[in-house]
């Protein structure tokens, strides 16, 4: 893993802080990192709910991107809290890939020595 992964990954792990903060609602489990194309990092933290109205902590980490007006993405990195790396789930390749025509070019984290190109992860991707 080079510099740029590790720091991607010690953000994300850092974000992590499993939390009941109701019964219909847990945060924190799993944490993200997004490195942006002028290479600033955002954070988020997955929000699980008993409904559809949760967020995985890589929508909420480009998200955060969204709000501080940066819009492409370089990397990704999810951890979940014991330190697991975690692939994006089918819901957040997809949104990746809608953020733009470059979108097929992020490079995702999948484990400590593997990285893969997001078009790789939706290879039936329409163009």
């Known amino acids: 893993m080079d510099k740029k ?9 850092k974000v992590t802080n ?13 944490g993200a990192a997004v490195l942006s194309k002028s290479g600033n990092i955002f954070t ?3 929000i699980d709910t008993n409904s ?11 998200s955060t991107m969204f709000t501080n007006g940066e819009y492409e ?6 951890v979940y809290f014991d330190g697991t ?25 999948v484990a ?7 078009e790789d992860l939706l290879p039936e991707y329409p163009n």
């Open 5 to 13: 992964w590790k720091e991607l990954y010690d953000l994300a792990k």
């Open 52 to 62: 559809s109205l949760g967020m995985c902590a890589e929508r909420n980490a480009i």
């Open 85 to 109: 790396i975690m692939p994006p789930c089918g819901a957040c390749r997809e949104f990746m890939m809608q953020t733009g025509i470059n979108a097929k070019n992020i490079e995702v984290l």
């Open 73 to 78: 993405i370089d990397r990704i990195c999810s």
């Open 44 to 46: 988020g933290i997955c």
């Open 18 to 30: 499993p939390k009941d903060i109701s019964d219909t609602i847990s945060v924190g489990s799993v």
């Open 112 to 118: 400590e020595d593997r990285v893969m190109l997001l």
